[in-house]
C-alpha cells in the first residue's frame, strides 16, 4: 500500500491524469492488489487515516480498491465453500477408514480363532495318536488272563531271544503307525490352511493373452461388474497361473474378491456373461485345491450318474448331490463325508 502518486498515469476510477486534476494531487492510494493509483478523494480512506498511514508507512498494512475488494470477498466466500465441501469430504473418508479398519480388525480376530482352533486340533490329534500309541503297546503283548505272554528259551532265569524281538519289532509297528498319522494330520492341517488361503479367490479363463495387467484388471472389473450389483468389484489380480506357452493357449487369471459376499455372487451368475458376445468365450470358476477338485469332479461325475439313470432336478448343493422336491425341499442323493 503506497500513499504518495509521483508517476504520471490516471485515477483506476475517475481517469484523470494526475497532475491535471486540482486539489490535492499527491495524495492518492495504491491498491496492491491490481497495481493501479486512485485519488484519495476517489476512494473512502478518511484524510485523517491517510496522513497515519503516510506518516508512519506501514509495510504490513494492506490497501484494496472497490473492485478488487469485491473480487476478494468473493473469492474468500467461494474458498471457505470449497473448504466447507472438502472438510466434509474428509470426514466422510474418516468414517469409511474407520469402517474399513473395523472390517479389518474383525477379520484379523476370525483369522487367530481360526488359526488357534486349528492349533488347539492339531495339538489334540497329536496327543489322541500318543496316547493310541501308548495303549496299544500296554495292551498288544497281554493275553486275555491280563499276563504278558513270553516265548519259551529253556532258560529258567533268563528272557528268550524271541520276546525281545517281538517287543522291537511291537515298538517299530506302533512307530510306522503313528508317524502314518502324523502325515495324516500334517496333510489335514495343510489342506484347511490352503483351503482357507484360497476362500476369497476365483479362477478366470479365456482372457486374452496380449492385455497387460493394467488392461486386465480394468477388463475384470467391468466384465464383472455386468453380472453383480455393485457399482465396482473391488478386486486384487494376482496375476497368471503356469508359464507362456506358444499357440493360442490362454493362462488362467487369479482374482482375489475383497468381499466373500460378492464373491458368491460372481459364481452363482457367471453363466450370465455366455448371453455377451463379449465375454461369451469367458469362464468363471472358485479357486480349489486339488484335493477339493476331485471332490468336485466326483459330485459331478455323480450328478451325470443319476441323470442318465432318468432322475430330473438333480444338482449339486452343499457338498452333497441332491435332488429337489415339492415345497422347497432337498433330498440327498449323494453325500461324500459319508
Known amino acids: ?142 493275553t486275555e488272563k491280563g499276563t504278558t505272554e513270553r516265548k519259551p528259551n529253556g532258560d529258567l532265569g533268563g528272557r528268550g531271544e524271541g520276546a525281545s524281538g517281538g517287543e522291537d519289532n511291537e515298538d517299530e509297528g506302533w512307530q510306522t503307525v503313528n508317524r502314518k498319522r502324523e502325515r495324516e494330520l500334517q496333510a489335514q492341517v495343510v489342506e484347511t490352511m490352503e483351503r482357507e488361503k484360497r476362500k476369497n479367490n476365483i479362477i478366470i479363463m479365456g482372457l486374452s493373452e496380449e492385455m497387460n495387467d493394467k488392461e486386465t484388471e480394468e477388463f475384470i472389473g467391468e466384465m464383472l461388474s455386468t453380472i453383480v450389483d455393485v457399482e465396482q468389484v473391488e478386486l486384487k489380480v494376482h496375476g497368471r497361473i503356469g508359464k507362456k506357452a506358444e499357440g493360442d493357449k490362454k493362462r488362467p487369471v487369479k482374482v482375489e474378491v475383497r468381499e466373500a459376499m460378492v464373491r458368491r455372487s460372481i459364481l452363482q451368475k457367471a453363466t450370465n456373461l455366455k448371453k455377451e458376445q463379449k465375454y461369451e468365450r469367458i469362464y468363471v470358476s472358485p479357486d480349489l485345491t486339488r484335493k477339493q477338485q476331485e471332490e468336485d469332479k466326483a459330485l459331478r461325475d455323480k450328478v451325470k450318474e443319476f441323470k442318465s439313470q432318468g432322475m430330473e432336478g438333480v444338482k449339486i448343493n452343499k457338498g452333497c448331490v441332491v435332488k429337489e422336491l415339492q415345497g422347497g425341499r432337498k433330498e440327498v442323493l449323494f453325500n461324500p463325508s459319508q
Not at 500513499?3 to 486534476?21: D, L, P, S, Y
Not at 498494512?61 to 473492485?67: A, S
Not at 495339538?123 to 500296554?138: F, N, P, S, W
Request: with cysteine.
Open 1 to 142: 500500500m503506497a500513499t504518495a502518486k509521483t508517476n504520471n498515469g490516471e485515477c483506476g476510477k475517475c481517469h484523470v491524469e494526475f497532475g491535471k486534476e486540482k486539489g490535492k494531487a499527491n495524495q492518492a492510494m495504491h491498491c496492491d492488489l491490481c497495481a493501479k493509483w486512485y485519488h484519495l478523494e476517489c476512494t473512502t480512506v478518511p484524510e485523517a487515516l491517510y496522513k497515519a498511514m503516510s506518516k508512519f508507512d506501514v509495510k504490513a498494512l494492506k490497501w484494496l480498491c472497490e473492485k478488487c475488494d469485491e473480487t476478494f470477498m468473493d473469492s474468500a466466500e467461494e474458498l471457505k465453500k470449497k473448504q466447507k465441501s472438502m472438510d466434509m469430504e474428509l470426514e466422510k473418508m474418516g468414517k469409511q477408514m474407520a469402517e474399513i479398519q473395523a472390517k479389518l480388525n474383525e477379520e484379523s480376530k476370525k483369522m487367530k480363532e481360526r488359526m488357534d482352533g486349528l492349533e488347539a486340533e492339531m495339538v489334540g490329534m497329536k496327543i489322541e495318536i500318543r496316547d493310541a500309541g501308548r495303549d496299544g503297546k500296554e495292551d498288544g503283548g497281554r
